[in-house]
């Protein structure tokens, strides 16, 4: 229901750095966790990094050390800066908020994805 915008990604290097950006179209009154997920072809979606709302951010192992996820809930942003990166990155990123829709349930909303390219 709600859109989250992506920006940033690209092409680089092995080696190089790429940061991610997301923004919700609109304030999200409860945010359980924000975090950036990827899905290189041929594979399904996994978690690449994680910031629960009041807890410690929690990252994929291929990517822990390289990877910095940092969110500024003011805005309803998320980013994600990527050190390293290796041609394994390759993949489309995509944003994720979930958020707290009531009757102890949550909701998640998603990017649009954004491609990250690592040459070799």
């Known amino acids: 229901q709600v859109e989250l915008v992506q920006s940033g990604g690209g092409l680089v290097q092995a080696g190089g750095s790429l940061s991610l950006s997301c923004s919700a179209s609109?304030?999200?009154?409860?945010?359980?966790?924000m975090g950036w997920y990827r899905q290189a072809p041929g594979k399904q979606r996994e978690l690449v990094a994680i910031?629960?709302?009041?807890?410690?951010?929690n990252y994929a192992n291929s990517v822990k050390g390289r990877f910095t996820i940092s969110r500024d809930n003011a805005k309803n942003t998320v980013n994600l800066q990527m050190n390293g990166l290796k041609p394994e990155d390759t993949a489309v990123y995509y944003c994720?908020?979930?958020?707290?829709?009531?009757?102890?349930?949550?909701?998640?909303?998603w990017g649009q994805g954004t491609q990250v390219t690592v040459s070799s």
């Open positions: 609109e304030s999200i009154t409860s945010i359980n966790a």
């Open positions: 994720n908020i979930n958020s707290y829709i009531g009757l102890g349930r949550s909701r998640d909303s």
């Open positions: 910031m629960p709302t009041g807890g410690v951010a």
